[in-house]
């Protein structure tokens, strides 16, 4: 019993041994999203061990991932009503404008293509709870196609950390990082 207080007191209850809070969504739910989820990274880890360069496949993969993770599936059900979306983002969705979809993105706050050469960096080592980290770590966030475009023309569009990258966009009521995945 003594032990047990003690890994209590070494890991918080949400987090997964020791190493990561759990996301929003857990791929260790038993859902057939959740293990669809393991599945994939899974494949992912596997391709980045075998030392394979990122691809449509990988990239696709990588960004339904970062959905489940997030909202609990693999597409967002109502782009309206997501919670991490600029101030600016925020307009548009009110605006009333019949096409305010093709006036917002999402965009990934960590590139996938930094993702991807994270696993490919730590491939000697690499676990399914490492590379769920790396995925759901920094969320997608929803920001207007002005707000992409000004990043990329700052050259922001792969590079920089991810407060650089937003350093231009204004954001509230969440932080750049899931509040999920602190480390343990």
Known sequence: MAGDVSRARRYPWNSIHGTVRAMRHSIHHTSLDA???RILINALVDCAKAGIKPSFSTTQM???LSL???C???????WRTYHRASEAAKLVIASGDKNWKSRVTFEH???LS???????DERATLTLERAAFIIGEYPPVLITVEEELR????GFSAEGTPEQRYAGIPISGFSLRSDGAMPG
């Open 151 to 154: 990043m990329a023309k700052l």
């Open 62 to 64: 990588l960004r339904g």
């Open 114 to 120: 930094k993702m991807y050469q994270m696993f490919l």
């Open 68 to 70: 489940y993770l997030e």
């Open 109 to 111: 706050v960590r590139p």
């Open 72 to 78: 609990g599936s693999f597409h967002n059900k109502s």
């Open 35 to 37: 293990k669809k989820a």
